[in-house]
Structure formats: C-alpha cells, structure tokens
C-alpha cells in the first residue's frame, strides 16, 4: 500500500470520528436544554393522570357545563332526584352517578368515565342497536338509578355529557384501555354461594354498608356516602350491578372502599364471587318490561338474572351460576363468547 493511500485512509476515518462526536454533542446539549424531544413514550404516559375538577378547568361555556356536570354526578339526588325540584325529579333513589362510577368517574375499575364518550356512538346488545352517549346515561337512569329517562336536551344532560367529553381529552390510547371496564375475575366452576358471600359482607362490607346493607347517609339531605346495596333506595333488578359477574368484577378492584385498587385488589376472586351472590340475593325494585331486553337473546349476558333466553339452562344458574357450562353453550352452537 502506497504512503499516500494510508494517510487518505486515516484522515478519512479522523473524519467520521469527528463527525460522530459532534453528533454525540448536539444530542448531549439537546436532551439537556430540550429534555421533552426524547422523553419516552410510555415513561411520559406513565406519569399522566385524569384531569382534575378542581385544578384543570378553567373559565370557558364547556368547561363551566362540564363543572356543573361533576356536581350532578356527584349530588344525583339533589339536582335530578328526589331531592330536585319539582318537575326534574327523574332518579327514583337517592344514590349518585359516583356511587358506582367511584372519584367522579376517574378511578381506573369503576366503569371510569376516562375515555368514554371517545366510545360513542356504540353498539349496545342490550337494545340491539348503536347507541349514543345519551342513550347510554338514560339507561342508568332507568335501571341503577331505578328512575325514568332524562330529556336529552335538558341542562342536566348535556352537563353531564360535557364532564365526560372533558375527561375524555388528551387520554393516550393505552392509558384509556385501563381505564375501561372492570378488573377480570376467574369465575370459580362453582354455583356462587350467599351463604358464603354473607360471611365476607360481615368481615369486609358491613362496616360501611352496614348490616343492613342500607349504607350510611349522615344528612337526609344530602347524599349517600355509602351507598345501600339492596332495599327501595338503591339500583333495580334491571341493572348490570344486578348481575353476579358484573359485581364481582367492581366489588374485586373496589371494595373495600379506600383500600382496594385495580393492581392491588384485598378480596379474592372466590370472595368476590360469593358476596355479589349475597348482595344480588337480596331483595330491590323490579324493572319494568325486562324481558324486551336484547332483542337478539343470543347476545344477552350470561348472568342476566331475569328471561327470558335461549337456553334450557335455569334462571337460577343464570343468576348463581356455574356459569362455564352457559358460556360453553353459546360457544359451541352460535360461536358467541358470552361475557359479562
């Protein structure tokens, strides 16, 4: 090799390293003066948060609906209960919106509102049908809040739908999917059991609830700080709480109240299971016309408590279970996984 072309080489090589430092260089200097450009992803959603009624609003047409929105969610019976004025009273109980939908519709397994009305409109089996955002808040007014349905156009509609469309805004994708639905549980191959399921409301439940189960509401004028879960004053027999599967799945990721979480739930599945079964065996108001729901019986959940169905199976296991053999069934003769 030629003198010439090994000193070509090497000056060539000093080139590229050069080049490369001061690029090593200008990244150093960027990440320290602009350190948001090379954030990770999924290290800036870990540390996002729903937005926060009290520090995140300001002084806009929608953000003081969606304020007045969180007070309705909130305090259901006082502006559309039976503590509302005449002639907008349209809950039939005294329970709140956030007595299911826990911290105002924001803790993740608690049918959260984070993400909701990016959902809509939505197919709903239950009616068989797409189905708007309305349709879906009236339909927990016919059933949890045993009452009839909200005019659409009212003020205490649009509030409401204004407070989820607020906390659904900026929601990173994969942040939303958490906080839809409830925690999964893994359904024993077992009929669940109220006998059992009593012995957990005494240890867990009953402190708050009550041995009554009629909850606790310090000021008759105000709301319920913990809810009643059977009786006149709380959700009827027409509400998805009403279903075994449904229940256990919100009491696992919430109950007991300030204790559990969705990582980090106290009850087991098998405990969760059993007191749905306790609490679903107690009595509450009927609904009206339930059999006119889900048109297609084929879509209706396995733990719908009330008929009719498809099935030969019985009432009683549609409503204790075991549920397996139900969901078997549709699997095998109509393809359907049957859920919750």
């Given amino acids: 090799m030629k003198v010439e072309d090994a000193i070509q080489r090497v000056f060539s090589l000093v080139k590229v390293l050069v080049a490369l430092y001061t690029l090593v260089l200008v990244l150093v200097i960027l990440m320290h003066n602009q350190p948001s450009l090379f954030a990770n992803k999924a290290t800036a959603n870990d540390s996002w948060s729903p937005r926060n009624i ?20 909130t305090q259901s019976s006082r502006y559309i209960g039976p503590l509302a004025e005449a002639g907008n009273r349209y809950a039939g109980n005294n329970l ?21 009305a990016n959902r809509f409109p939505q197919f709903r089996g239950r009616e068989n049908k797409m189905g708007t ?21 009212s003020l205490e509609m649009q509030a409401m739908i204004a407070y989820m469309k607020w906390l659904s805004t900026d929601v990173p994708a994969e942040r939303e999917a958490e906080y839809k639905g409830f925690v999964k549980v893994v359904l024993p191959e077992a009929k669940a059991d109220p006998v059992l399921g009593k012995a957990v409301f005494v240890k867990h439940c ?24 059977w009786g006149t004053d709380t959700y009827n027999h027409g509400a998805g709480m009403h279903r075994v599967i449904t229940a256990a799945q919100f009491i696992k990721g919430n109950m007991p109240h300030l204790q559990a979480t969705w990582d980090n739930p106290i009850l087991s599945d098998e405990e969760a299971y059993h007191v749905a079964a306790y609490i679903n065996s107690m009595g509450r108001a009927q609904k009206s016309n339930p059999g006119t729901d889900f048109p297609d019986k084929k879509l209706k959940p396995v733990s719908t408590p009330y008929g009719p169905w498809t ?11 075991p549920f397996q053999p139900i969901m078997a069934f549709y699997e095998r003769e109509f393809g359907i996984k049957k859920g919750k």
Avoid: W
């Avoid at 953000?63 to 007045?68: E, P, S, T, V």
């Avoid at 099935?311 to 279970?321: V, W």
């Fill in 133 to 153: 955002l309305a349709e879906r808040i009236n339909g927990c007014m016919e059933r949890s809040m045993n009452g009839k349905a909200l005019p659409e156009n």
């Fill in 96 to 116: 709140s919106c956030q007595n299911c939908h826990l911290e105002g519709g924001t803790k993740r397994g608690s049918a959260s509102f984070v993400g909701v």
């Fill in 206 to 229: 009953q402190t708050c609830h009550m041995a009554d189960g009629q909850g606790q509401r310090p000021d008759p004028n105000g709301p319920y700080v913990y809810p009643p879960l």
């Fill in 311 to 321: 099935d030969s199976f019985s009432s009683e296991q549609h409503k204790y279970g």
């Fill in 54 to 73: 009290n520090t995140d609003l300001g002084d806009s047409r929608e953000d003081r609906l969606a304020k007045y929105g969180y007070e309705v969610i």
